[in-house]
């Protein structure tokens, strides 16, 4: 059988790091793979003025499968500020490069599982009947849109004429703005499209009814955000009734949503959401389950483009620890998504049971699930490092 080829893009700080991690792992697993390595991230764009080279989406598209560690992104002024000075006045602007994959090979569908596991000390837990303390299984998908909504990156500081003359024709934009200077305005964009909408609904409810959620939750803000969250929840409804009338339809402002999770976690299920939403969303969700070191993702294209990654940052103080003490759980589990991707759930399911049997056994934690603050001495005081935690899942996989 021929070697899968995947794509590593390391990228900053911690990236690295966790991507070698969760390659040793799939490599006991008995996962046989070839990786090749992309140039992505904070150095290439001291150094070239791109933190995404032509030559790493040239080697994304020929083998479409991309394993992603994490990346640094500074504002504007900082990042000119810090490229070579060379190419310092040259009309170079930052730009994410992580967006910049979403944008290119139009990454639009983004999964976000949040799955608390057994044993897990950093899992929410609440107060029961008769003051008792009750720990909600939580167990909820975020689908997230990817390249549309306030990511999209159509804004604008001191708008052009023919944009400012544009905004003027809307009479909430002359009453409010209109007075305003233009050099003192900032303008951001919020788009929806009706094929992209679709499409995220669509997997949103068919994730669902493959894994048996009861629920589909639409979490934006209609009742304010009336044209674009308007149109994902009217769409929402047609699907549902169409297509999936035996999945339950539920509609979350994504302020009281982020009030209710920690009062019913348990009761959603598949939770769908824009760009902005989705993304805050998923992350206080990953707050039930430990948090940013335990959340995985996964982003699609139509086109068969895919691309793994912890939603976690670069985190840099850490990086420059001389042994690494973050936590690679959430790289092992991008790496499972991977796998369960390109039909390799036998392996995927072993990884995951050794990360389950390690948490549950309590024996080896890394400082964040020991609620200890990150520093190098956390070894001292019995934290595992990053290599421990995942030598700890290997013994499992044995």
Not at 118 to 130: I, M, S, T
Not at 135 to 141: A, G, M
Not at 383 to 392: E, F, I, L, V, Y
Request: aromatic fraction near 8%; include cysteine; glycine fraction near 8%.
């Amino acid at each position: 059988m021929t070697k899968r080829t995947i794509v590593t893009l390391p990228g900053d700080g911690i990236g690295d790091v966790v991507l070698q991690e969760a390659i040793r792992v799939l490599d006991s697993a008995g996962f046989e793979a070839s990786y090749v390595h992309g140039d992505i991230g904070w150095e290439y764009w001291c150094k070239e003025g791109n933190p995404l080279p032509q030559r790493t989406i040239d080697l994304i598209d020929k083998h479409k499968i991309a394993l992603f560690g994490a990346i640094t992104s500074k504002p504007n002024d900082e990042a000119k500020a810090e490229l070579s000075s060379e190419l310092r006045g040259k009309g170079f602007i930052y730009s994410s490069p992580i967006v910049g994959l979403r944008q290119h090979f139009n990454l639009d569908i983004c999964v976000r599982p949040c799955k608390s596991y057994k044993g897990n000390p950093l899992n929410f837990v609440r107060r029961g009947k008769g003051n008792t303390i009750d720990e909600p299984l939580v167990d909820v998908v975020i689908f997230r849109q990817n390249t549309e909504c306030l990511y999209s990156g159509v804004e604008w500081t001191n708008p052009p004429a023919q944009v400012y003359q544009a905004f003027m024709t809307h009479p909430k934009f002359a009453e409010n703005f209109g007075k305003v200077p233009v050099e003192e305005l900032s303008i951001s964009t919020r788009i929806f499209t009706k094929k992209a909408t679709t499409r995220i609904l669509l997997a949103a409810f068919e994730h669902a009814r493959k894994y048996k959620y009861k629920s589909v939750t639409v979490c934006e803000k209609p009742n304010v955000i009336r044209e674009t969250s308007g149109l994902m929840w009217k769409l929402a409804r047609a699907i549902q009734q169409n297509s999936f009338p035996e999945i339950k339809l539920l509609n979350t402002n994504i302020d009281a949503q982020m009030m209710w999770l920690t009062k019913n976690p348990e009761e959603y299920g598949v939770i769908v959401a824009g760009n902005m939403f989705g993304d805050i969303a998923s992350d206080a969700f990953a707050g039930l389950i430990g948090g940013l070191g335990f959340a995985c993702s996964a982003q699609f294209s139509s086109d068969n483009i895919a691309v793994f990654e912890p939603t976690h940052g670069s985190a840099p103080k850490y990086a420059g620890y001389e042994v690494s003490i973050v936590n690679p759980i959430a790289m092992i589990e991008s790496a499972c998504m991977m796998l369960d991707y390109i039909g390799e759930k036998l392996i995927s399911s072993k990884i995951r049971k050794a990360i389950a049997d390690v948490i549950e056994e309590g024996k080896v934690r890394t400082y964040d699930m020991m609620k200890m603050a990150g520093r190098p001495e956390v070894l001292k005081n019995g934290a595992a490092s990053t290599s421990q935690m995942t030598d700890a899942i290997i013994a499992k996989l044995k």
